[in-house]
């Protein structure tokens, strides 16, 4: 059932707080905030073609999770509703036979409340507890908030794919939508990572690996290197004279003053 999990952390919350004091509110608010947890991680399977193969153990705020969303389709943070219907032939309205409402969980969600009902769960530095009277009022907004994902609404991802070819042997899959976007896709396989370009027009799918360059400090050949292949301390050969050079990350000066006088730089 949709939501069933952050419901049932709802009617226990309401249980606790029946007879309110600092216990049993601090455990209504660890079930609230799971009940916020549960709405996001319910859609990780919905677009587990598209995240990456090991979001679930690299990734488990929420925040973090509904970035990863967001990556795959801008929308996904977005209310909405599904109507089917029969098919319509000239002259017929649509008459929707079955409607249901998307309610997505939304960033706004953990401004308001989940990061809110954290901040109650730590020991205060004061050494003054919280007031019990401002506590409770942000449990019942966080509880009313969390009701109107109901059972009778529905998880769906109907989108258009775009598919191409790894150079590891996956394909990559991502929402057009989301391609549209950002201009990338990424393999979601952790073993690989690689990283490509991607424009989209009605009947094409163009894409290149994205790569950097260098010029081989002994050779002075340029040399390019597939950027998901670089990280700090790694060594490369030159595919000229085989030579080593080891990648170093570094700082990049950039003017805040204005135009840079071009006598200066030179």
């Not at 600092?22 to 608010?29: G, H």
């Not at 997505?104 to 901040?119: E, F, M, T, V, W």
């Not at 950027?227 to 990049?252: E, K, T, W």
């Amino acid at each position: 059932m949709v939501h069933s999990l952050t419901m049932d952390c709802v009617q226990k919350a309401e249980t606790l707080i029946a007879d309110p004091s600092a216990d049993t509110m601090r455990y209504a608010s660890l079930q609230l905030r799971m009940g916020i947890e549960y709405l996001f991680y319910e859609l990780i399977p919905l677009y587990q073609e598209e995240l990456p193969d090991d979001i679930t153990t690299t990734k488990w705020q929420p925040r973090e999770i509904i970035d990863a969303l967001l990556e795959c389709d801008p929308y996904a943070d977005k209310d909405g509703r599904v109507a089917i219907g029969s098919p319509v032939t000239d002259g017929q309205s649509i008459t929707p036979t079955i409607v249901k409402d998307v309610k997505a969980p939304n960033k706004r969600i953990l401004k308001q409340h989940y990061h809110r009902l954290g901040s109650y769960l730590h020991a205060p530095v004061s050494l003054v507890q919280p007031d019990i009277g401002k506590w409770l009022a942000d449990l019942g907004k966080t509880i009313d908030c969390l009701k109107e994902y109901k059972d009778n609404q529905v998880l769906i991802n109907i989108r258009p794919l775009v598919e191409i070819p790894c150079d590891c042997g996956r394909t990559i899959k991502r929402n057009r939508k989301g391609v549209d976007a950002t201009g990338e896709m990424q393999c979601p396989s952790p073993d690989c990572r690689a990283v490509f370009d991607v424009s989209l027009d009605k009947n094409n799918t163009r894409y290149t690996l994205r790569q950097a360059s260098y010029h081989c400090p002994y050779c002075r050949t340029q040399n390019f290197v597939p950027v998901h292949r670089l990280s700090d301390g790694v060594p490369i050969n030159c595919v000229m004279c085989n030579c080593r050079v080891v990648v170093r990350s570094g700082f990049d000066f950039q003017p805040l003053d204005g135009e840079p006088d071009s006598e200066s730089m030179a």
